[in-house]
C-alpha cells in the first residue's frame, strides 16, 4: 500500500520560502517513469495545481506561480520537496503531495502565510 | 492559463443519473486525451475516479464513467447514490504539460 505523508513548518512569514517534504512508503520513489506532484487549496476553494517531478528528475510547473515553486526529489530517502519562495498571504492553503495523477494522496498539511 | 469551467452546483435524487461537464480549450481538454476527475469529501483529500478521459482505477465502482466531446469533459454518475454527495474536481494537461483544475462541482443528492 502506497502512502504519501506531507511534513514541514505549518506557519511561514511573508517574504520567506515554503518548505515541505513528502515522505513515500510502501513504493520506492526511483521505480518506473511515474510522477510526484504537489497541489494546494485554499480554504473553501478549488484546488490548485503546483507542479511535479518525474524520477528522471524532469519537472514542470504552473506558470502562475511566476517561477517561485521548485520541487526536488530525494531518492536515498523516498522523499521529494516543495519550496516556494517570497510566499505572501494568498499561499495559505492545504497543501497536498500526490502520486502519479492521484492515485495515492497525503492527507494534506495546512500552510499559513502570516507575520 | 484560466481553470476549466465547470457548473458550480448540480442535483439528483437517489437511484438517477447526472452528469457533470468540464469545459476547456483546444489547448487542453480537446487537445489531448489527459482529463481526470476527482472526487472531494469535506474535510478529506481528494480521490481520483477517473484518469485519461475515461479510465476508471482499481476499486472505483463502475457508475462512475467519463467521456470527452470536442472541448467538453463530462463525468456521469449513475444509479446516484447519498455517498456520492460530494464536490467533483476535473483537470487536464496542456501541450506545454502544464495542469489544470476546474473551479468544481458540489453534487447534492437530495
Known amino acids: 500500500q502506497v502512502q504519501l505523508q506531507e511534513s514541514g513548518p505549518g506557519l511561514v512569514k511573508p517574504s520567506q520560502t515554503l518548505s515541505l517534504t513528502c515522505t513515500v512508503s510502501g513504493f520506492s520513489i526511483s521505480s518506473g517513469s511515474h510522477h510526484w506532484s504537489w497541489v494546494r487549496q485554499p480554504a473553501g476553494k478549488g484546488l490548485e495545481w503546483i507542479g511535479r517531478i518525474f524520477t528522471s528528475g524532469i519537472t514542470n510547473y504552473n506558470p502562475s506561480l511566476k517561477s517561485r515553486a521548485t520541487i526536488s526529489i530525494d531518492t536515498s530517502n523516498n522523499q521529494f520537496s516543495l519550496e516556494l519562495s517570497s510566499v505572501i498571504a494568498a499561499d495559505t492553503a492545504v497543501y497536498y503531495c500526490?502520486?502519479?495523477?492521484?492515485?495515492?494522496w497525503g492527507q494534506g498539511t495546512l500552510v499559513t502565510v502570516s507575520s | 492559463q484560466s481553470a476549466l469551467t465547470q457548473t458550480a452546483s448540480v442535483s439528483g435524487s437517489p437511484g438517477q443519473s447526472i452528469t457533470i461537464s468540464c469545459t476547456g480549450t483546444?489547448?487542453?481538454?480537446?487537445?489531448?486525451?489527459?482529463v481526470s476527475w476527482y472526487q472531494q469529501h469535506p474535510g478529506k483529500a481528494p480521490k481520483l475516479l477517473i484518469y485519461n478521459v475515461s479510465y476508471r482505477p482499481s476499486g472505483v465502482p463502475d457508475r462512475f464513467s467519463g467521456s470527452k466531446s470536442g472541448n467538453t469533459a463530462s463525468l456521469t454518475i449513475s444509479g446516484l447514490q447519498a455517498e456520492d454527495e460530494s464536490d467533483y474536481y476535473c483537470s487536464a494537461y496542456t501541450g506545454s504539460s502544464t495542469k489544470f483544475f476546474g473551479g468544481g462541482t458540489k453534487l447534492s443528492v437530495l
Open positions: 500526490i502520486f502519479s495523477e492521484g492515485d495515492y
Open positions: 483546444s489547448s487542453d481538454v480537446g487537445g489531448y486525451n489527459y
